[in-house]
């Protein structure tokens, strides 16, 4: 009729934003003051990650080149590859390492060289709004042990930090923009830490040994209560293998090559589970999934990305590494070759889109 305006109902137009990239959102916002305001929401923001988590699930790939700059690309459901635009503060660092990466948030390690003198920061970093927020560390030395993750019950982001000595260790919220110390003598008698951890549910994990002792355990942190523990042993079976830490329908998983004769090894996939029935709360490993027997090959798995490994492959000494997928509904394997890069894997992430905030950019201190 005429003079009367049709509009959508307001359920319908969340419905269908919820659905659009990050990308788009970000223009819409021009399109009215409501959009705008409803695009920034809370509740918005969380329902637009959900639906990114269901629906778009990515694999964040980090490559390492000669010249210790960070190469990132981004491989979706239908294997093909996007560039990351990396922030120019990246490149003018030595050898940016991502930590870790949640809910659309990138958390990086980066180091300066001033005289031969390494100092280390941190930078939170979501490139799909392009927000960063660099955190300063006042320590000289090349390495940190460090994790970043997500506490549901918190709901906030946090960054653990823990000195090479082992003595002393340090959280940050992101909510907060502070530092708290946290007991870590648990820690005391261990003699290393492997890689940097896995979060999931509020929990970081570390594959962790003893000095003189082959024996391997889980270690991990509560992010809402500031607490380490030790909570299941690996078996020595699966120790003596490449071993990687991974998450597997929400659930901390373990994957490990094993040599079955010198030209013969398999993938297994474990998942903790927890002991029900017993006084206290106790983990157990149940094995998931083992592949076929693979052979002329060097295989060692990176992640999970949704029901498929990820794994660093290697021909041969004079062929390029190249990523292989396991699928461990079907078993099929698949060879994913990024054209741009013949660099080295050095890491892979589960990545979605999202409009999560870091806050911009804020320089905080803090002292170990």
């Given at each position: 009729m005429e003079g009367d305006a049709?509009?959508?109902?307001?359920?319908?137009?969340?419905?269908?934003?919820?659905?659009?990239?990050?990308?788009?959102l970000i223009r819409f916002q021009c399109v009215c003051k409501h959009w705008k305001n409803l695009i920034k929401s809370p509740s918005f923001i969380a329902d637009h990650l959900h639906h990114s988590n269901l629906q778009n699930p990515l694999l964040l790939c980090e490559y390492n080149d000669r010249e210790s700059l960070m190469n990132l690309r981004l491989l979706d459901r239908e294997m093909q590859f996007l560039e990351v635009e990396t922030e120019p503060l990246m490149d003018s660092l030595h050898n940016p390492m991502i930590i870790g990466s949640s809910n659309g948030l990138i958390c990086l390690r980066l180091c300066?060289?001033?005289?031969?003198?390494?100092?280390?920061?941190?930078?939170?970093?979501?490139?799909?709004?392009?927000?960063v927020r660099q955190i300063y560390i006042n320590y000289l030395g090349f390495y940190l042990f460090a994790g970043f993750g997500f506490s549901p019950i918190l709901d906030d982001y946090k960054i653990l930090i823990i000195h090479p000595t082992r003595y002393s260790a340090q959280v940050y919220s992101v909510g907060s923009g502070s530092w708290n110390g946290v007991?870590?003598?648990?820690?005391?008698?261990?003699?290393?830490?492997?890689d940097d951890p896995i979060t999931v549910?509020?929990?970081m994990y570390w594959i962790g040994s003893?000095?003189?002792?082959?024996?391997?355990?889980?270690?991990?942190?509560?992010?809402?209560?500031e607490?380490?523990?030790?909570?299941?042993p690996i078996s020595p079976r699966e120790g003596r293998g490449t071993i990687k830490l991974t998450v597997y329908e929400n659930k901390l998983g373990l994957l490990s090559v094993i040599s079955e004769n010198q030209n013969s090894f398999v993938t297994n996939l474990w998942v903790m589970e927890e002991v029900t029935g017993t006084i206290r709360e106790t983990w157990s490993w149940t094995k998931k999934y083992t592949s076929n027997p693979l052979t002329g090959m060097l295989a060692c798995p990176v992640t999970m990305w949704n029901n498929e490994i990820v794994c660093d492959v290697y021909f041969g000494d004079e062929c390029e590494p190249k990523i292989f997928l396991i699928n461990i509904t079907t078993s099929e394997l698949k060879m994913v070759n990024d054209?741009?890069?013949?660099?080295?894997?050095?890491?892979?992430?589960?990545?979605?889109?999202?409009?999560?905030?870091?806050g911009g950019i804020k320089s905080t201190t803090m002292f170990v």
């Open positions: 049709q509009y959508l109902p307001e359920e319908v137009i969340r419905n269908i934003l919820t659905r659009l990239p990050v990308k788009s300066t060289n001033k005289n031969g003198k390494y100092s280390v920061s941190l930078l939170l970093w979501n490139p799909s709004i392009r927000e007991d870590c003598t648990i820690l005391n008698d261990w003699h290393d830490l492997h549910n509020g929990f003893k000095e003189d002792e082959n024996d391997l355990f889980v270690v991990s942190f509560d992010m809402a209560m607490l380490f523990t030790l909570i299941s054209p741009l890069f013949n660099l080295d894997l050095c890491d892979a992430f589960n990545y979605v889109e999202s409009l999560v905030a870091v």
